[in-house]
C-alpha cells in the first residue's frame, strides 16, 4: 500500500497529540466557552460600572485563563497511563522528560493558545481600551506556558489518583501566583501606568522559560514514581 | 542476545513477592513462567521491562550493553496502549515511530498493513480502535512486536481473549522470533508450545 517514510518519534508523538485533541474535541471549546462564561460572571457580580471594569479587566482575564487552563490538564497523562502508553513510552529510546514536553506543547496549542486569541475579543466585553486588550494578549501568550508547564507537574503527581483533578488545582494554583502577578502586572502597564511594559513583561517570559526548563524533569520524575 | 537474573527480589507495597531468583534466557530461548494468581509474573516482567525497580540483585542482558534494557525489549501487558480515537493503523503507526530506534541501524520492521494482516486484522486497518473487540484489541497489540523488531519479548498473558486461530498465528510469530535469534519471556497459565523452552514456576504468595 502506502510506502510513507517512517516519521520520527517526535513528530509521530506530536501528530497523534494533536489529532486525539482534534478527535475528542471537548479540550479546546469546552475549555474557550469555560474562560467566556467566568469573563461574562463578572460584570454580573460588581455591576455595570464600565470604569471599574477597565480598571479590573486584566486581572479578571488572567483568572479566568489561568482557571480555563487547568481544565483539561489533570487528564494529560492520565489516559495515557490508564491504557499502557505510558509504559510504552519509557521503552522508547526518546526520553520521558521529551514526551513530556511535546504532550505540553500539543495541549498548550489545542488549548492554551485558543484562550490568547480569544481574550481581546472577550475583553472588549470588559470595555478594555485597545492597549489594554494588547497588553493582555501579549501578557498571555508569553504566561500560559508556564502555566501549561506546572500544571504538567500537578498533573503527573496526581496520574494515579480517580479524581485527581482538584487536588491537581490545589497544587498547582499556589505555583502559579508569581506568573499571576507579573501576567496582570505587563496587562495593566500596558494600559498605561508607572511601570514601563517591558519590565513585567521580561520578569513574565522569565518566568515561563524557568517553568519550561523545570517542569518536564519534575513531571517525568513523578510519572516515574508511579511504577512502583 | 543473553538475558540473565542473577538473585533479584522484588518488593511491591512492603510485601516481598519474590526473593532470591536467578534465571538465564539464551539467545533463542523462550522462559515459560507459570505460577498462580498473584505470584508475581506480571511483576517479574515488569522489572524486566525496568518498568519496576529490583530491591536487590539485578539483570544483566548481553546484547544491552550500549542501550537501555528497556530499549530492546518489547511489553505486552494487559493494557493494550491503543487510543479508542485513532484507527488500527493511525495506532500502529504511531507506535512503530517511536519504538523503532532511529539511527541505530536496526531498520526494518515488517510495514503496518503487513503486520495487522499477519494478525488477520487487514479488515480493520481502518476502523476507530474503539470498534474493536477484545480479542481484535489484543491482535492489535502483538502487532506492535512486528513492526518494531527488539529481540527480547516480554509477553504477559499473550493468549488472552484470543480465538484459536489467532492463537496458532501468534504460535507461528513467536516460534519464527525464537529461530530468528531473538528471546521470549512469557507469563501464562495456557501451554505456548514453543521450543526450546525452559519453565519458571513461581511459588504461591502467602
Same mark, same amino acid.
Given at each position: ?8 518519534? /517526535? ?16 479540550? %479546546? ?37 489561568? =482557571? ?6 489533570? &487528564? ?11 509504559? /510504552? ?12 514536553? #511535546? ?8 488549548a492554551g493558545l485558543p484562550l490568547v486569541v480569544a481574550a481581546p475579543v472577550f475583553g472588549l466585553m470588559l470595555g +478594555? ?21 506546572? *500544571?504538567?507537574? $500537578?498533573? %503527573? ?13 490545589? #497544587?498547582?494554583?499556589? #505555583? ?10 505587563? %496587562? ?8 514601563p511594559f517591558r519590565t513585567p513583561f521580561l520578569i513574565l517570559c522569565a518566568l515561563s522559560l524557568f517553568a519550561l ?16 | ?12 507495597? *512492603?510485601? @516481598? ?6 534465571? @538465564?534466557?539464551?539467545? *533463542? ?10 505470584? *508475581? ?9 525496568? !518498568? ?89 497489540? =502483538?502487532?506492535?512486536? !512486528?513492526?518494531?523488531?527488539?529481540? /527480547? ?5 499473550? /493468549?488472552?481473549? +484470543? ?7 501468534? $504460535? ?12 521470549? @519471556? ?7 508450545? #514453543? ?9 504461591? &504468595?502467602?
Amino acid at each position: 500500500m502506502k510506502a510513507k517514510p517512517r516519521p520520527s518519534p /517526535l513528530a509521530a508523538l506530536l501528530a497523534r497529540e494533536l489529532r486525539l485533541a482534534r478527535r475528542l474535541g471537548g479540550g %479546546a471549546s469546552l475549555g474557550l466557552v469555560f474562560f467566556l462564561i467566568l469573563v461574562t460572571l463578572v460584570p454580573f457580580a460588581v455591576g455595570p460600572d464600565p470604569k471599574l471594569l477597565a480598571r479590573i479587566g486584566p486581572a479578571v482575564l488572567w483568572i479566568a485563563a489561568l =482557571l480555563a487552563s487547568l481544565l483539561g490538564l489533570d &487528564r494529560l497523562f492520565q489516559a495515557d497511563a490508564e491504557d499502557g502508553s505510558l509504559d /510504552l513510552f519509557q521503552l522508547s529510546a526518546v526520553p520521558l522528560e521529551l514526551v513530556v514536553v #511535546l504532550k505540553c506543547a500539543a495541549h498548550w496549542l489545542t488549548a492554551g493558545l485558543p484562550l490568547v486569541v480569544a481574550a481581546p475579543v472577550f475583553g472588549l466585553m470588559l470595555g +478594555l481600551e485597545p492597549a489594554a486588550l494588547f497588553g493582555v494578549a501579549a501578557s498571555l501568550l508569553a504566561g500560559t506556558p508556564a502555566l501549561h508547564a506546572l *500544571g504538567a507537574i $500537578g498533573a %503527573a503527581l496526581t496520574v494515579g489518583l480517580r479524581r485527581g483533578g482538584l487536588l491537581m488545582a490545589i #497544587l498547582i494554583l499556589p #505555583l502559579a501566583v508569581p506568573v499571576l502577578i507579573f501576567g496582570v502586572a505587563a %496587562a495593566a502597564a500596558a494600559a498605561g501606568g508607572p511601570v514601563p511594559f517591558r519590565t513585567p513583561f521580561l520578569i513574565l517570559c522569565a518566568l515561563s522559560l524557568f517553568a519550561l526548563a523545570g517542569a518536564p524533569f519534575a513531571a517525568a520524575a513523578a510519572l516515574r514514581q508511579m511504577n512502583e | 542476545m543473553r538475558l540473565e537474573a542473577r538473585s533479584v527480589t522484588l518488593i511491591r507495597a *512492603g510485601r @516481598v513477592i519474590f526473593s532470591d531468583l536467578s534465571f @538465564v534466557v539464551e539467545s *533463542g530461548n523462550a522462559l515459560i513462567v507459570s505460577g498462580p494468581n498473584g505470584a *508475581g509474573k506480571s511483576s517479574l516482567l515488569r522489572a524486566l521491562a525496568d !518498568l519496576l525497580p529490583a530491591a536487590q540483585g539485578s539483570f544483566v542482558c548481553a546484547a544491552a550493553a550500549d542501550a537501555r534494557r528497556a530499549e530492546i525489549c518489547h511489553y505486552i501487558g494487559h493494557a493494550d496502549a491503543l487510543k479508542n480515537a485513532l484507527t488500527v493503523t493511525e495506532n500502529l503507526e504511531f507506535w512503530s515511530a517511536l519504538l523503532l530506534q532511529d539511527g541505530s541501524g536496526r531498520e526494518g520492521g515488517w510495514p503496518v498493513d503487513a503486520a495487522l494482516a499477519r494478525f488477520g486484522l487487514a479488515h480493520a486497518a481502518n476502523l476507530p480502535a474503539a470498534y474493536l473487540s477484545a480479542g481484535q484489541r489484543r491482535r492489535a497489540a =502483538l502487532a506492535r512486536l !512486528l513492526v518494531a523488531p527488539r529481540p /527480547l519479548w516480554l509477553l504477559d498473558e499473550p /493468549l488472552t481473549a +484470543l480465538d484459536a486461530a489467532s492463537q496458532a498465528v501468534l $504460535g507461528e510469530v513467536m516460534q519464527a522470533h525464537l529461530a530468528g535469534g531473538g528471546s521470549i @519471556v512469557a507469563a501464562t497459565h495456557a501451554p505456548l508450545g #514453543l521450543a526450546p523452552a525452559q519453565q519458571l514456576a513461581l511459588g504461591p &504468595r502467602l
